[in-house]
């Protein structure tokens, strides 16, 4: 079955350290993006990218980075610099602009909290 | 800015009952389109319906369908027959033509179903 792959489940993050998120998916679709979700609250976008090799900062990407060196993946990095990472991160992807109209799907999460 | 707005933070309905979540939305823009997800305790992002601002139309999918109103910007969900798996978080999004594929998401309205 397609579908998109986030890993790992739950991640504690030390002071000071830099983690990745990994995230995958099998359904080819050119776009995929990260969401950061705090409790009570709408998800925010952190980053998008619409294509391998691009990608584009949302509208909270302070502290985070990305890559897209493959269509099928899509890692997100919280570094240091972000003082506040405590949240339920998710990853999607979508078939990209040509169809607008086509959905995102959603990755089951993950779950980042500070040691 | 761009923005979506859910004034109920919290909504609840008895079983078998219709309840409906509202959602209204700002852009100068006239093409977009308009998608609602449920996230249910699980945490995982589910498509409910979506709505293309070009058709006059209401979408309906089964249990749900949609009152949609482009001249007041509104887009609000009808949920009838109610049951106990709806109970869940539901997000009001929308996606502009020309901001590429990204997601613009509301705050979310936590439905509650009583037996």
């Known amino acids: 079955d397609g579908g998109i792959t986030q890993s790992p489940k739950y991640l504690f993050r030390k002071e000071g350290q830099n983690v990745t998120l990994s995230c995958e998916q099998n359904?080819?679709?050119?776009?995929m993006y990260w969401y950061r979700q705090d409790p009570g609250q709408g998800l925010r976008l952190i980053y998008y990218?619409?294509?391998?090799?691009?990608?584009q900062k949302g509208d909270i990407a302070e502290g985070y980075s990305v890559s897209r060196e493959k269509k099928e993946s899509f890692p997100l990095t919280v570094t240091s610099a972000q003082k506040n990472p405590t949240a339920f991160y998710l990853c999607?992807?979508?078939?990209?602009?040509?169809?607008?109209?086509?959905?995102?799907?959603f990755g089951d999460g993950t779950r980042l909290s500070i040691l | 800015a761009q923005t979506v707005t859910q004034s109920q933070p919290e909504m609840s309905v008895q079983e078998a009952e219709t309840v409906t979540l509202s959602c209204t939305y700002d852009?100068?823009?006239?093409?977009?389109?308009l998608f609602w997800y449920k996230q249910p305790p699980s945490r995982q992002m589910i498509l409910v319906i979506r709505?293309?601002?070009?058709?006059?139309q209401n979408a309906t999918e089964n249990r749900f369908s949609v009152n949609f109103q482009k001249a007041a910007k509104s887009f609000s969900l009808k949920i009838s027959d109610s049951q106990l798996g709806d109970a869940a978080m539901y997000f009001c999004?929308?996606?502009?033509?020309?901001?590429?594929?990204?997601?613009?998401f509301g705050e979310g309205t936590q439905l509650t179903v009583n037996p």
């Open positions: 999607a992807s979508s078939p990209g602009d040509i169809r607008a109209h086509q959905p995102q799907h």
């Open positions: 359904l080819n679709h050119d776009a």
């Open positions: 990218s619409q294509i391998v090799n691009d990608f």
């Open positions: 852009t100068s823009e006239s093409d977009y389109y």
């Open positions: 709505q293309e601002a070009y058709k006059q």
């Open positions: 999004a929308y996606r502009l033509e020309t901001s590429g594929s990204r997601l613009t």
